[in-house]
């Protein structure tokens, strides 16, 4: 069964802070791994997309790791700020139209 | 970059009512379209695809004919729900293709069925 599992299901942190979240996923086959970001009431946000052969992705203070043997991935916030207030989405692609979506985490910064 | 938008962003109607939401690409050609519905905490599920021009393909447990797709052009496809109901409140989210290409998603509708 294709799925996409992703951890913590919620995090809080102060502004100024690093996080990581973690998604681990078993779809197959496996095209490539995109991290989203979704504010509350709004679609999703492409932050960063990455295929079977690149290891690491960065966008502005969001990076993004792959590890296509193990088959996780990561998202790092850095310094992070109040505006990254969002739900983090990892969705797999398995090469056609079809996304298996993560359930997200929910990452809350506070001043 | 790509921008899909939806309409409208909230919508508040009584049971037994139709709503219709629309998708449209702004500044591309959506080939394929695709209709998501998301309820609170959970992931967005696939409901259906619809091509420009043909019928659309609706995911196993999504009825068709209460959730009627029309994708009548390259830019716009709408999704009308039939005769809802409270458990059809939920957030309903397009996204749209430019050929084999990534997916963008719009906005997002909230349906409240009262």
């Known amino acids: 069964k294709n799925q996409v599992e992703q951890s913590p299901q919620s995090l809080i942190i102060l502004e100024g802070k690093n996080c990581t979240l973690q998604?681990?996923?078993?779809?197959?086959?496996?095209?490539?791994l995109r991290w989203y970001k979704q504010d509350t009431g709004r679609g999703p946000v492409s932050l960063t997309i990455?295929?079977?052969?690149?290891n690491t992705k960065s966008n502005g203070r969001y990076t993004a790791t792959l590890d296509a043997d193990t088959k996780q991935s990561s998202l790092h916030i850095t310094a992070s700020q109040l505006s990254d207030s969002a739900s983090y989405i990892c969705v797999v692609s398995m090469g056609d139209y079809k996304l298996s979506f993560g359930a997200g985490t929910t990452v809350t910064v506070r001043a | 970059g790509a921008v899909v938008s939806q309409h409208p962003s909230w919508v508040i109607c009584k049971s037994g009512t139709s709503v219709k939401i629309e998708c449209r690409s702004l500044d591309f050609q959506a080939t394929t379209m695709f209709w998501y519905r998301q309820f609170p905490k959970q992931s967005l599920m696939l409901m259906a695809t619809?091509?420009?021009?043909?019928?659309?393909?609706?995911e196993q447990g999504v009825e068709k004919d209460k959730f009627l797709i029309n994708h009548a052009s390259l830019t716009l496809s709408t999704l009308t729900v039939t005769s809802a109901h409270p458990e059809d409140s939920s957030f309903y989210i397009c996204?749209?293709?430019?050929?084999?290409?990534?997916?963008?998603f719009g906005p997002g509708t909230r349906l409240t069925v009262l």
């Open positions: 996204s749209a293709r430019p050929g084999a290409g990534e997916q963008f």
């Open positions: 998604c681990n996923y078993t779809v197959s086959p496996f095209s490539n």
């Open positions: 619809s091509n420009e021009g043909s019928k659309a393909t609706y």
């Open positions: 990455m295929t079977f052969s690149e």
